[in-house]
């Protein structure tokens, strides 16, 4: 596929440009990045179907239960900035096994028989993905640099896929295992115990290659320049922008759309159905969308659709929460799905060098993760403030044009 003219860094003098590194064999490369893309949700997605049984465990308060699923998404936020700086001292490859080894340490150490164990489970597991959240965009610009938005559409779509797998899963695992919700988590450090392995290779061969060339190594770890001033960049805060409040929207809806439905009067168990087809759905934007943004100069029309899906879906929930329940499922799954798709796309177009989508990969995912983890707890608060769910939506759907305001200043033809 050609390089497109969003994909090149506009400069006005010489400035380097992602180099493919000489790693293992491009199949073995491909297996641990969705190795490794399965990781950065299932665990997340694994307790939710657990937080009943969590509760009663611990004797913990429905906010307290709350924290379960808050926490890793906060700490994310927190995370990400330092992630840059990781990969420039030891090298991507080294630190993504590092955090895949981390966030495998995080699964057993929240299932052990400690409250505190737990939430500080929570918090590695956070820290974690933070630290591959943000150097996935920059190895794939480093290794994929004429594929860059086709190849974060695959592995996004590995990481929902990963979370859709890790929901429907853990109950069957709990009966299989006949260990309880510890049993059943726990059994998720396996798959992250699979990637590490499989990562193993590119470790050894980018060892390999700094031992051989040792000036160019440094280069590679970082693989071009970072960007100066990037915190002070307009394209950076509408890119941030644009994930971080896309994200407040999916979370929201993730911790409280089957409750919606439900108090509107439609069966929990329904409801539990429409919320599983919302996300097999996620699927199909999250790898279609990037496919698109990478043949596009300008992603302007692109974002400002998916914020128009993300407003269209929220509407019929709110008019019609049951009669509607399906269409807006199929509507919001589409749009939330090709939203993380799109804003991991921009990392990677709107940047010019490896080290450039990792330091904005670090800003973007910082504020936007911080942002989205306030998204459940102001609407449960919401709620409970007034009675019922209308207040929030109407507010999620103020926030929609914000995401659209955002998104067509993200899409410009520009690099950072």
């Known amino acids: 596929m050609a390089v497109t003219r969003a994909q090149q860094p506009v400069v006005t003098s010489p400035a380097p440009l992602p180099v493919r590194s000489r790693l293992a064999h491009p199949a073995l490369l491909l297996t641990g990045i969705l190795l490794v893309a399965l990781n950065m949700r299932a665990c997340l997605a694994a307790i939710s179907p657990m937080v009943g049984e969590i509760q009663r465990t611990f004797g913990l308060s429905t906010t307290a239960s709350g924290l379960i699923t ?26 993504v096994l590092g955090a895949v080894l981390v966030l495998g340490a995080g699964v057993l150490l929240r299932v052990l028989p400690s409250v505190v164990a737990l939430y500080a489970g929570c918090v590695v597991i956070g820290v974690a993905i933070a630290v591959l959240n943000v150097s996935m965009p920059g190895l794939v610009k480093r290794e994929f640099p004429q594929r860059a938005a086709a190849m974060t559409g695959v592995y996004s779509t590995t990481m929902l896929v990963g979370a859709t797998l890790a929901a429907g899963l853990s109950v069957p695992l709990e009966h299989a295992l006949g260990g309880g919700w510890e049993a059943s988590l726990g059994a998720w450090s396996v798959l992250a115990l699979v990637a590490a392995v499989a990562w193993l290779p590119q470790v050894l061969r980018s060892r390999g290659e700094r031992a051989a060339v040792a000036a160019p190594a440094a280069g590679r770890a970082g693989s071009g320049k970072p960007v100066e001033g990037i915190w002070r960049s307009g394209l950076a805060w509408q890119i941030s922008l644009f994930m971080g409040i896309s994200s407040l929207l999916v979370y929201t809806l993730v911790a409280w759309m089957p409750t919606i439905l439900a108090e509107h009067g439609m069966d929990r168990g329904r409801a539990g159905l429409v919320f599983a087809f919302s996300n097999l759905l996620q699927v199909a934007g999250a790898f279609l969308v990037p496919l698109l943004a990478g043949r596009m100069t300008s992603q302007r029309a692109l974002a400002v659709a998916m914020a128009g899906l993300n407003g269209l879906g929220i509407a019929v929930l709110l008019v019609s929460p049951v009669s509607g329940a399906w269409v807006a499922a199929a509507i919001l799954g589409v749009a939330q799905g090709g939203s993380l798709g799109l804003g991991l796309a921009f990392i990677v177009l709107r940047t010019g060098s490896a080290a450039g989508a990792a330091q904005l990969g670090g800003m973007s995912q910082a504020i936007g993760y911080l942002v989205a983890a306030a998204g459940p707890v102001g609407a449960g608060a919401l709620h409970q403030l007034t009675g019922g769910w209308t207040t929030t939506l109407v507010l999620m759907l103020v926030l929609v044009a914000v995401v659209g305001a955002a998104g067509w200043g993200a899409g410009r033809n520009r690099t950072l």
């Open 70 to 95: 808050t926490v890793p998404v906060l700490f994310q936020g927190v995370g990400a900035p330092l992630t840059p700086r990781l990969t420039r001292r030891f090298g991507t490859e080294r630190v």
